[in-house]
């Protein structure tokens, strides 16, 4: 089945220009909360460590800098609760949406095999499984599904994709309920006679607002509280766009399953999927300073604060949210179509994200990316509450 044959939705973003146009009208201007791109300058120690490695004429290493492997590792440890990771099983992608669109098909995933993802979700999660030509299955209780006899979804499941913390709703995923997920995972596997890998997107886990995850931490898939010291079939992806506003960038990383990473990285060889030289530094730098990543970890939750009230002053209610760079809300006077919801903050000059591009589990809510400047942010506070 070649790609353009796969039944590939819609972009849905394209979906939205006539909101943004009546945005624009808005006296004030758009404030554009619609897409999740960060604004923030990139910090000075990574910009300083791009331009040092800027004479860069060979060809990188697919597998990434042994300098920046230590540097995964020791965050893994620092930041995530993750001790001692083989350096070896960790692998530079180029963005982790790049990962996500192409590990089915990079795990040799095909018709008959089933794709796990949530039932609210980022859309790449369905689209890299239809890439494959497997089939995505959507679901909020994978613990159920995979418990069930192999088959029962049309397929084999192959895939669980997990997303912690969420995009869009901001859900975390605590340490009892990935184990429940892993331990599934394997369950099945046994039954069925086929792997099944876990895959964690994690790339927001260092923007958690709400206890116990603001203290504590959002915890890893990797975690040995989860894992029970075996990697085996676990994958966690992350990107630095969000901590570091490295979206330009396109700096990210996957790391786990020793083996399955080895496998990934003798594909991406063959396909010449390679982290560019510099970026790889500057993803060192990046790595080893936290103080930045606290500073930005602040700027969001400030906008957040003055998002949030004027949001619940004008009669829209919070839901999860826990950690992320969004707020997920819907209409406090009970449901309603999410395009009706688009269209009421087009009026004020705001663009917001419809729920129907998260499936159709999130039809009644749309999504408030924090990601605009502290004074566009105000502005939005204010026509929210006037």
């Known amino acids: 089945m070649g790609l353009l044959t796969v039944g590939l939705p819609d972009f849905p973003w394209d979906t939205l220009t006539p909101y943004a146009e009546r945005a624009r009208a808005h006296a004030g201007g758009i404030v554009d909360l619609s897409v999740g791109t960060p604004v923030d300058p990139t910090p000075d120690v990574v910009r300083d460590a791009l331009a040092a490695a800027a004479d860069s004429p060979g060809y990188p290493a697919t597998h990434g800098t042994p300098a920046l492997r230590r540097a995964v590792v ?90 912690s913390p969420g995009n869009p709703d901001g859900r975390v995923l605590g340490v009892d309920e990935l184990r429940a997920v892993v331990r599934a995972a394997r369950a099945y596997a046994r039954r069925s006679g086929v792997p099944v890998v876990v895959a964690s997107d994690e790339c927001y886990a260092e923007l958690a607002w709400d206890e116990p995850w603001a203290h504590d931490g959002v915890p890893s898939v990797l975690d040995p509280r989860v894992t029970g010291g075996d990697d085996t079939g676990l994958l966690a992806v992350y990107s630095l766009s969000k901590q570091s506003n490295l979206a330009g960038y396109r700096a990210a990383f996957v790391a786990g399953d020793r083996a399955l990473v080895a496998r990934l990285l003798e594909v991406r060889k063959h396909a010449g999927m390679i982290v560019p030289g510099p970026v790889q530094a500057a993803m060192v730098a990046a790595l080893g300073d936290d103080a930045h990543v606290a500073e930005q970890r602040e700027r969001y939750r400030a906008r957040r604060a003055a998002l949030l009230a004027a949001v619940t002053a004008a009669g829209y209610v919070l839901d999860g949210s826990h950690a992320g760079l969004y707020l997920w809300v819907r209409p406090a006077g009970g449901p309603r179509d999410c395009w009706e919801t688009v269209a009421w903050f087009a009026e004020r000059g705001v663009l917001v994200a419809p729920g129907a591009f998260y499936g159709t589990a999130a039809a009644g809510h749309v999504r408030m990316a924090l990601t605009a400047s502290d004074e566009r942010i105000a502005a939005a506070a204010d026509r929210l509450r006037a």
Do not use: I, M, Q
């Not at 992608?93 to 192409?102: C, H």
């Not at 098909?105 to 008959?112: F, H, P, T, V």
């Not at 979804?153 to 895939?159: A, E, H, K």
């Open 74 to 163: 020791d965050w893994f440890a620092r930041r995530r609760g993750v001790p001692g990771l083989d350096p070896a099983a960790v692998l530079p992608t180029v963005g982790s949406k790049e990962l996500v669109a192409w590990l089915p098909a990079l795990l040799g995933l095909g018709a008959g095999d089933v794709v796990l993802h949530p039932a609210t979700a980022y859309p790449t999660y369905d689209v890299g499984a239809r890439l494959a030509g497997a089939t995505p299955v959507a679901s909020d209780d994978p613990v159920r599904v995979l418990t069930g006899e192999p088959g029962g979804t049309g397929g084999t499941v192959r895939l669980v994709w997990l997303n």
